[in-house]
């Protein structure tokens, strides 16, 4: 017999949050790592569909993704995981960096039933992502005029003619 509180407690404990949605899209489950991403409650969750304003996941440009490239769907109508990595809507408005694997949830006869979708907190990789761009950006350019320094224009005359010294 499976006890359904301890399942539970494991997901809790998880470093990521998990939410499993049913072959109709409807949130199922919604852990605790899932509702501080989120700022939505296991209660506003749970029994409503993933499309209602939930998750709402979107590209760098702010454009929907679930529309076109439902993670969800595609893992539950072939199997396969999948992952991106998106912004997640908060409940307060605000949009949060993510990476979203998604599994397959299976029932004991091996049945793809619905999915299971774990997000990781992805804003240390962007802000990662724009020190590096500010010290490029240092390393290459002078401050005061803002014109590329000799390091930048070897790099560049290298690219463009394929020379190397």
């Given at each position: 017999?499976?006890?359904?509180?301890?399942?539970?407690?494991?997901?809790?404990?998880?470093?990521?949050?998990?939410?499993?949605?049913?072959?109709?899209?409807?949130?199922?489950?919604?852990?605790?790592?899932?509702?501080?991403?989120?700022?939505?409650?296991?209660?506003?969750?749970v029994g409503k569909s993933c499309r209602?304003?939930?998750?709402?996941?979107?590209?760098?440009?702010?454009?929907?993704?679930?529309?076109?490239?439902?993670?969800?769907?595609?893992?539950?109508?072939?199997?396969?995981?999948?992952?991106?990595?998106?912004?997640?809507?908060?409940?307060?408005?605000?949009?949060?960096?993510?990476?979203?694997?998604?599994?397959?949830l299976k029932n004991l006869e091996g049945?793809?039933?619905?999915?299971?979708?774990?997000?990781?907190?992805?804003?240390?990789?962007?802000?990662?992502?724009?020190?590096?761009?500010?010290?490029?950006?240092?390393?290459?350019?002078?401050?005061?005029?803002?014109?590329?320094?000799?390091?930048?224009?070897?790099?560049?005359?290298?690219?463009?003619?394929?020379?190397?010294?």
């Open positions: 017999m499976i006890d359904v509180d301890i399942h539970k407690s494991l997901l809790d404990c998880l470093s990521g949050g998990i939410c499993a949605v049913n072959r109709d899209r409807v949130i199922t489950y919604w852990n605790k790592n899932t509702e501080t991403l989120t700022g939505y409650k296991n209660s506003d969750a209602d304003d939930i998750l709402m996941y979107v590209d760098e440009q702010g454009r929907g993704v679930c529309e076109n490239e439902c993670l969800a769907i595609g893992t539950m109508n072939d199997g396969n995981p999948r992952r991106m990595e998106v912004y997640a809507h908060h409940k307060d408005g605000s949009r949060v960096p993510v990476l979203v694997r998604v599994l397959p049945q793809v039933i619905g999915a299971i979708e774990e997000l990781y907190d992805n804003s240390s990789k962007l802000e990662y992502a724009h020190k590096i761009e500010e010290l490029e950006k240092c390393a290459l350019l002078d401050s005061l005029t803002g014109l590329m320094k000799r390091r930048g224009l070897e790099m560049n005359l290298r690219a463009m003619f394929g020379v190397m010294h």
